[in-house]
């Protein structure tokens, strides 16, 4: 097995530049929308000239491709660690898991609402490929959340006969319609909490075990 090459500084520094023009669209985008941002308000936010941008992707629309794919990624983020699917071998650890997830999720939307909306609200009004893109993005969320509740069955407090796929999807509603929640009503926290607290009994009684004890 070859040892990987160096990266060159010339290289290094080009792919950092990528990733702040990125970082610099998914700011500009966040505040002002697609339809309201230029090549240019994107440019002058990172001080480099237009010709800069044009060497990195082809227009607006492609940079915006580009911000919707680091969303999904900064968001899979959050799903490693004590929160990947095969970690909780009980219901009380299924709990605790999603009050985890759960919360990190309402900590990156506190931080970006924005963004939350350009994703949720605003990218399918692009055109149908970009429609289609979110559309495939909400398809990973559901593999990924079959995963978790794979785990459940495979360790004994999921029901055995629970449909995997189909209850992913419900999960993946579930999520859909407490970020349309927050939303709608970003200032309140303790309805958010009441609506994450809720989804999370119906998971739990919904999918648990008939006896497998209850977690508190």
Known sequence: MTDSVPMSRAE??????RADI???????FSEQGYHQTGIADIARRLGVGHGTFYRYFQNKRDIFEHVVQDVAIKLSQ????????????????????CQRIAQRFMDFGC??????????LEATSID???TDQVFKM?????????????????????????????????????IQGGVMRYLSAPHDEAGLQRYVDAAIDMLIMGMGQADAPCPP
């Open 12 to 17: 290094s520094n080009k792919q950092r530049l």
């Open 22 to 28: 990125i970082e610099a669209a998914f700011e500009t």
């Open 78 to 97: 959050l799903l490693v660690d004590d929160n990947a699917p095969a970690v909780a071998t009980s219901l009380a650890d299924y709990r605790a898991q």
């Open 111 to 120: 931080a970006n609402p924005r963004a939350l909306r350009l994703i949720m």
């Open 128 to 130: 149908a490929a970009m």
């Open 138 to 174: 909400f398809g990973v969320t559901g593999k990924v959340t079959a995963a978790y509740l794979q785990n459940g069955v495979a360790q004994g407090f999921f029901r055995r006969d629970l449909d995997v796929n189909a209850s992913a999807q419900v999960v993946v509603g579930m």
